[in-house]
T-cell receptor, first 117, second 111 residues
């Protein structure tokens, strides 16, 4: 399977615990995105990497959230001191290498569903 | 603030009919638009993208873009019950990276 993969698929945690999610993008894609989606809403942008560089982080993202992509391949998203409001589907997407004319079609992984009790 | 607006629905059509899904956007700088299909509990799946005014057809799907009216639509011909899903409209910028998603329109195709 050469699509975007995410692990774990489901995570249940208690409030105050730290959680970490992993995303493996499509191998030739150098752009990687993290989104959060809650019921009835579209995906909300969290952060973006081009290769290993984190080029933008949403202003909506608190300091409890951090993401890395150390070798420009897989990425991790960590949430510290989880709160009940963090419960959501966390989606990772990747897109084609940038060029003169790219329209940034993003391909999503299956997501990690986080439940904070 | 860049926004993409969609009617949340639900939109209900009989099997075999044409389903018409609409989307408006606020930023005239938006240059590329995407339609994603999302089944309940699953992640979004890219159906089509469009960046030029007019129509773009792919099988049973036609995307339409009117930049003057800041309006994007998706037509699904010969709708099937398996088309029942939430359809997300998203806008982006050529050469840029950020994509803004609408909240989605739920479509039900009745057998």
């Amino acid at each position: 399977d050469t699509g975007v993969s995410q692990n774990p698929r489901h995570k249940i945690t208690k409030r105050g615990q730290n959680v970490t999610f992993r995303c493996d993008p499509i191998s030739e894609h150098n752009r990687l995105y993290w989104y959060r989606q809650t019921l009835g809403q579209g995906p909300e942008f969290l952060t973006y990497f081009q290769n290993e560089a984190q080029l933008e982080k949403s202003r909506l993202l608190s300091d409890r959230f951090s993401a890395e992509r150390p070798k420009g391949s897989f990425s991790t998203l960590e949430i510290q001191r989880t709160e009940q409001g963090d419960s959501a589907m966390y989606l990772c997407a990747s897109s084609f290498p940038s060029g003169v004319q790219t329209y940034n079609e993003q391909f999503f992984g299956p997501g990690t569903r986080l439940t904070v009790l | 603030q860049k926004e993409v607006e969609q009617n949340s629905g639900p939109l209900s059509v009989p099997e075999g009919a044409i389903a018409s899904l609409n989307c408006t956007y606020s930023d005239r700088g938006s240059q590329s638009f995407f339609w994603y299909r999302q089944y309940s509990g699953k992640s979004p799946e890219l159906i089509m993208f469009i960046y030029s005014n007019g129509d773009k057809e792919d099988g049973r799907f036609t995307a339409q873009l009117n930049k003057a009216s800041q309006y994007v639509s998706l037509l699904i011909r010969d709708s099937q019950p398996s088309d029942s899903a939430t359809y997300l409209c998203a806008g982006g910028w050529v050469g840029g990276f950020k994509t803004i998603f609408g909240a989605g329109t739920r479509l039900f195709v009745k057998a």
